[in-house]
């Protein structure tokens, strides 16, 4: 059986841009859209093992883990190592559960047009049929992401990108009702930010260093009122599915208790 090399990247790009979607919603991190197009681009280029020699099952896997570290890195970005290896192993662990459905699909159907070598499938598909698919696909993972998101709006997933004192830096977060903080004296937006993420990203964040960037943001809670460290940002981006918010001059506010399910929390008013 032939194999054309367009068709097997187009197929696995296809394919890794929704694995790498799901390794997303696994570990709760929302990259853009130009990092998410890149690093499937370049998984899709690791489909062309399929040309080599049937390799052993050890060089398989070594490859697979040190390719899917690369996809990582180029997907989530670099944050540490531990984030980024386990990103990189729950990717490994998406595209092996694909990989073995497509092979014992293989194996108990046998469709004359699907070929696997290295753990790579391969599908002789025509590239209108292939389009055909690919926006039915779309369609339905759109209507099932609307009705799902629907039911829950205070958890919608987003990236934040916030520049303070010359360093920028990312938070993986989410948008819930819950926030409806403001500077009390200029209005100016809130992100609440996890203190340990927060002090990995710019260091020690204390009134006695950046006293000329603090605010003091007084926050209402469920056993009471209490304020929170807050510091004045350059900017800050936040990023959905769809669309991209850009703030001027926020308040990073450090929260006094961990976040377990996110880096940030911000307002559902500045994504609007």
Not at 9 to 17: A, G, R
Not at 58 to 86: A, H, K, T
Not at 174 to 202: C, H, M, Q, W, Y
Not at 218 to 234: K, N
């Amino acid at each position: 059986m032939v194999i054309y090399a367009d068709i097997l990247i187009i197929t696995n790009f296809i394919v890794d841009y929704f694995l790498l979607s799901v390794t997303g919603k696994i570990t709760k991190r929302l990259p853009r859209l130009s990092r998410r197009i890149l690093s499937a681009l370049f998984a899709a280029s690791g489909a062309l093992i399929i040309f080599l020699p049937e390799q052993n099952a050890v060089l398989r896997l070594l490859f697979r883990l040190l390719f899917s570290i690369l996809i990582c890195l180029i997907n989530f970005g670099y944050e540490s190592v531990r984030r980024l290896i386990f990103s990189a192993l729950v990717f490994l662990a998406v595209t092996t559960c694909f990989a073995g459905s497509m092979i014992a699909f293989w194996y108990i159907f046998s469709p004359p047009g699907m070929v696997i070598n290295n753990s790579v499938v391969y599908f002789d598909i025509s590239p209108i049929f292939l389009i055909v698919f690919s926006v039915i696909g779309f369609l339905i993972f759109t209507l099932f992401s609307f009705i799902f998101g629907q039911k829950s709006k205070v958890a919608k997933r987003c990236s934040v990108t916030v520049t303070f004192h010359g360093r920028t830096a990312e938070f993986n977060a989410i948008i819930d009702s819950g926030n409806s903080l403001t500077d009390s004296f200029t209005g100016r937006p809130v992100i609440i930010a996890d203190k340990k993420e927060a002090v990995a990203r710019f260091g020690e964040l204390s009134p006695e260093i950046y006293k000329d960037k603090y605010r003091a943001i007084p926050c209402g809670t469920v056993s009471g009122t209490s304020v929170l460290d807050g510091f004045r940002c350059d900017a800050a981006r936040i990023t959905t599915e769809d669309k991209t918010f850009n703030l001027s001059e926020p308040i990073l506010a450090i929260s006094k208790t961990p976040l377990t399910d996110c880096e940030a929390i911000v307002n559902p008013l500045d994504c609007t």
